[in-house]
């Protein structure tokens, strides 16, 4: 027979706390980044040209040494998103800088020059007098990264360069607007080595509580493994989960009792997301593993191993406190898919087999890489 465990108050004390703990800190969040990023510009920097032109470290390196107030960072940190496109066409080469702020209209501007090199470089000349009051016309020293030189004359201008590209403003006519509709399109169909994807890992512990198939409570925890995308937008984000970890049952008072394990593997995908900093995730999960369960108290003791699975919903609230530490916090439903069964020997005679439904609750911290 199984007993209902009676000491599973501090566990759920402990979460409740950690739980207070996370929310304060999500509070307390902006005041930090704020902290974090003071005298700095922070932007995220996205680039597309085709393989003959310079990468996109020594694009960025031509902006910074304009302004080293700027700083590189995510999208969902960022004060300000700057996007470079630089596409071939009859004349040399085209290129689009896109500068976006929170709240205003997006600002382009579009350059046209005899070569690649010497269009990203009038680009990047554009944005950091966009972005920066205080950025100078010509070139820093070069970066310690291997960024381009200056020319070997010592004018501190980069060498190669022909006829100076041409500056125009968007907000002209109609048909200047369609071209740069048509410039953005052109980018996106660039060789997709000259692209980067801004994949955002995150690894951290987990502290789990749940109850598994029946009244029986489970307490442990395990690593959880995350990947973001750096789109923001709220349908189909790329969102994706993998936790590892192990649970057992809070201690019985009393024998005889079967006390189970479960060690497994949880898998989540979220295709809903909304929020900036602080994100709420609507996610399918699904856990699978081993449940292990042994007899404790009776004459003979027995013990026995069974695939376990299930499938629900996980609503998944994480909250940026800084570059590079998220806090989480992930209540769950879901409903299994292995049936609990009661049997006798021998045979055994299955004499009743139920199927709750499951509920949890975990937190924990991820690393961003």
Same mark, same amino acid.
């Given at each position: 027979?199984?007993?209902?465990?009676?000491?599973?108050?501090?566990?759920?004390?402990?979460?409740?706390?950690?739980?207070?703990?996370?929310?304060?800190?999500?509070?307390?969040?902006?005041?930090?980044?704020?902290?974090?990023?003071?005298?700095?510009?922070?932007?995220?920097?996205?680039?597309?040209?085709?393989?003959?032109?310079?990468?996109?470290?020594?694009?960025?390196?031509?902006?910074?040494?304009?302004?080293?107030?700027?700083?590189?960072?995510?999208?969902?940190?960022?004060?300000?998103?700057?996007?470079?496109?630089?596409?071939?066409?009859? @004349?040399?080469?085209?290129?689009?800088?896109?500068?976006?702020?929170?709240?205003?209209?997006?600002?382009?501007?579009?350059?046209?020059?005899?070569?690649?090199?010497?269009?990203?470089?009038?680009?990047?000349?554009?944005?950091?007098?966009?972005?920066?009051?205080?950025?100078?016309?010509?070139?820093?020293?070069?970066?310690? @990264?291997?960024?381009?030189?200056?020319?070997?004359?010592?004018?501190?201008?980069?060498?190669?360069?022909?006829?100076?590209?041409?500056?125009?403003?968007?907000?002209?006519?109609?048909?200047?607007?369609?071209?740069?509709?048509?410039?953005?399109?052109?980018?996106?169909?660039?060789?997709?080595?000259?692209?980067?994807?801004?994949?955002?890992?995150?690894?951290?512990?987990?502290?789990?509580?749940?109850?598994?198939?029946?009244?029986?409570?489970?307490?442990?925890?395990?690593?959880?493994?995350?990947?973001?995308?750096?789109?923001?937008?709220?349908?189909?984000?790329?969102?994706?989960?993998?936790?590892?970890?192990?649970?057992?049952?809070?201690?019985?008072?009393?024998?005889?009792?079967?006390?189970?394990?479960?060690?497994?593997?949880?898998?989540?995908?979220?295709?809903?997301?909304?929020?900036?900093?602080?994100?709420?995730?609507?996610?399918?999960?699904?856990?699978?593993?081993?449940?292990?369960?042994?007899?404790?108290?009776?004459?003979?003791?027995?013990?026995?191993?069974?695939?376990?699975?299930?499938?629900?919903?996980?609503?998944?609230?994480?909250?940026?406190?800084?570059?590079?530490?998220?806090?989480?916090?992930?209540? @769950?439903?879901?409903?299994?898919?292995?049936?609990?069964?009661?049997?006798?020997?021998?045979?055994?005679?299955?004499?009743?087999?139920?199927?709750?439904?499951?509920?949890?609750?975990?937190?924990?911290?991820?690393?961003?890489?």
């Amino acid at each position: 027979m199984h007993v209902i465990p009676r000491v599973f108050a501090r566990p759920l004390r402990f979460l409740c706390l950690l739980a207070l703990v996370w929310s304060g800190l999500s509070v307390a969040e902006p005041a930090l980044a704020r902290a974090e990023t003071a005298g700095r510009i922070l932007i995220a920097f996205e680039y597309r040209a085709p393989t003959a032109c310079m990468d996109e470290e020594q694009a960025f390196s031509l902006l910074h040494r304009r302004s080293r107030r700027v700083a590189r960072t995510s999208p969902v940190l960022a004060q300000q998103h700057l996007r470079m496109s630089v596409v071939p066409d009859a @004349s040399g080469y085209r290129g689009v800088l896109t500068v976006t702020r929170a709240g205003q209209r997006p600002e382009r501007r579009r350059m046209t020059g005899g070569s690649c090199d010497e269009v990203v470089e009038a680009l990047a000349l554009t944005a950091a007098l966009s972005i920066d009051p205080d950025a100078t016309v010509t070139l820093g020293p070069v970066e310690p @990264s291997g960024a381009r030189g200056d020319d070997a004359d010592g004018s501190g201008e980069p060498g190669g360069l022909g006829e100076p590209a041409r500056t125009t403003s968007d907000d002209e006519d109609d048909e200047r607007r369609r071209e740069d509709a048509e410039d953005d399109d052109a980018s996106s169909t660039d060789d997709d080595s000259s692209t980067r994807a801004h994949l955002q890992l995150s690894v951290g512990p987990v502290l789990a509580l749940a109850r598994l198939m029946d009244h029986t409570m489970h307490l442990g925890g395990g690593i959880l493994f995350a990947v973001s995308g750096p789109e923001r937008s709220t349908g189909l984000p790329l969102e994706a989960r993998v936790s590892v970890y192990g649970l057992t049952e809070t201690a019985s008072v009393r024998e005889p009792t079967l006390r189970t394990t479960f060690y497994g593997a949880r898998l989540a995908y979220c295709p809903l997301r909304w929020g900036g900093d602080h994100f709420l995730l609507l996610c399918p999960v699904s856990q699978l593993g081993l449940l292990s369960a042994e007899s404790r108290g009776f004459a003979e003791g027995t013990s026995t191993t069974r695939f376990f699975a299930t499938l629900g919903l996980e609503a998944w609230s994480r909250a940026r406190i800084s570059r590079h530490l998220d806090l989480w916090l992930s209540p @769950s439903l879901e409903v299994p898919l292995t049936r609990r069964r009661f049997g006798v020997a021998p045979g055994p005679e299955v004499l009743a087999s139920t199927s709750a439904v499951a509920w949890g609750i975990a937190a924990g911290a991820g690393w961003n890489f």
